[in-house]
């Protein structure tokens, strides 16, 4: 075992009002205000003269040319090898646009750049202030979640019970304080959607992770990262325009947050490993030509028939809709449309405790055979890391069909992944793992 050592780094990204926030098709136009900041939070971590560092930033995801720009930036400023580094999105439904989505926001080029280069700058300042540290780990529970596709929670109910649905309501914690006993930065890890502010929210806020970070930096000191969990279709139990529901659940999780890492007991040694593994998930099979054509002219005929008071995300579903159609057809004409996406399954431990990293929209029924895979580990899965390529299903969502498994895929790319992309995932952080 080696001596650990501990930087943070904490850099305000929120972006100027009128930017286009994205992560709902709902959403009636740009930003207007801002509820509060956005940070990107930092920790790099040293053992045995090997480096590694994990980003958390509040913004809804990284695009795959993104994390190979900020891990390119960071190993020629820093010499940490881009392959150890983490970089991770809250997904907060209220940030500006940094991923492609159709017609969910456009991104702001000046505004992406300025975002990877704030990440960077991050990076290097937590690097040049690595300390002696010791670290700990520790869980809980916070019961805030629901199972967006099977629940038959309403308002008032207990949401300990099981009209929730399939959750997974543990709070995990990692805690990294000096030798002398001041504290450097933690990282929180809950699996929970961040849109308790719904479509309606033009404001630019953080949504509950920002709010849980700032309860713990708050309170207890350091820089507090938020790693959003295996919540692909889990949502809070209270959602609206109404800022204060995401503090309320921000608190929740961070005051369950603050507890833990207060119970964690502290090592001064750790057994750094990085490694990661690329892997290939199927596509479920195209449409023909024709039928996308159909599609496009039903979508256009139904978008002239609309009343010009009809809603706005009435009408943007059969805008999306129709740009889908149309560029897949020339895809497939073209012979450029994939058969398969590529995904980075990441593994960070020091020792018995295991950050494994996935870059989509990971089902929390897979996220909970992760952290089966070796009950004497104490596993974080993080969603949302090192790119963003849609929902990763249960085959069982995917023979059960819905938003999820199908038609998000209209807003992500071509093609929903297939069936069996549940099992390659696991299997690789089995791998990975062992």
């Known amino acids: 075992m080696a001596k650990l050592e501990i930087g943070a780094a904490k850099v305000d990204v929120t972006p100027p009002v009128g930017v286009d926030l994205t992560g709902f098709g709902a959403r009636p136009g740009p930003s207007k205000g801002i509820h509060k900041p956005l940070f990107a939070r930092v920790l790099v971590l040293k053992a045995d003269d ?20 900020i891990r390119e930036g960071v190993e020629k400023r820093t010499g940490i090898p881009g392959s150890r580094v983490m970089v991770t999105a809250t ?39 690595l300390r002696e540290a010791v670290w700990g780990s520790e869980k809980g529970e916070v019961p805030v979640c629901l199972n967006r596709r099977h629940h038959s929670f309403r308002a008032g109910d207990d949401p300990r ?29 809950y699996a929970c959607h961040a849109v308790a502010l719904g479509a309606y929210n033009l404001s630019i806020s953080p949504d ?31 959602m609206g325009t109404d800022p ?15 507890k833990c890492l207060e119970l964690a007991r502290l090592s001064p040694e750790a057994e750094l490993v990085v490694k990661s593994r690329t892997i290939r998930l199927p596509l479920q099979p195209y449409p023909p030509i024709e039928e996308l054509a159909a599609e496009r002219r039903k979508n256009e005929d139904e978008l002239r028939a609309l009343r010009a008071d009809a809603p706005f995300w009435e009408r943007n579903l059969k805008l999306s809709t129709i740009q889908w159609a149309s560029e897949l057809a020339q895809a497939l004409q073209t012979g450029t449309a994939p058969s398969y996406v590529e995904a980075e399954i990441q593994l960070l431990s020091l020792g018995k405790a295991c950050l494994v990293a ?45 938003y999820e498994p199908d038609a998000a895929a209209r807003w992500y790319a071509f093609a929903p992944l297939a069936k069996g992309a549940e099992h390659l995932v696991v299997s690789a952080a089995k791998e990975l793992l062992a």
Do not use: W
């Open 50 to 69: 090997k480096k590694a560092a994990v980003v958390g930033t509040d913004v809804l995801g990284f695009g795959v040319d993104s994390v190979r720009r």
């Open 91 to 129: 997904h907060t439904h209220s940030g500006p646009a940094t991923i492609f989505l159709r017609r969910c926001g456009e991104i702001c080029p000046e505004y992406l750049r300025s975002l990877e280069m704030k990440v960077v700058g991050a990076i290097e300042m937590a690097e040049q202030n």
């Open 161 to 189: 019970s099981d009209r929730v649905g399939v959750v997974d309501r543990a709070c995990n914690v990692l805690r990294f304080d000096t030798t002398a006993g001041e504290p450097i930065g933690s990282i929180i890890n």
């Open 208 to 238: 509950y992770p920002g709010e849980a970070s700032c309860t713990v930096e708050r309170e207890l000191g350091g820089v507090a990262l938020f790693l959003n969990g295996a919540c692909g279709n889990i949502n809070p139990i209270m």
């Open 244 to 258: 204060r529901l995401a503090e309320r659940i921000g608190r929740a999780v961070g005051g369950e947050a603050l």
């Open 358 to 402: 996935t870059p989509g929209e990971v089902f929390v029924e897979i996220g909970m055979q992760i952290k089966a895979l070796d009950p004497s580990r104490h596993i974080f899965v993080v969603g949302y890391a090192n790119g963003c390529l849609g929902y990763i299903s249960t085959d069982q969502a995917i023979d059960e069909g819905g």
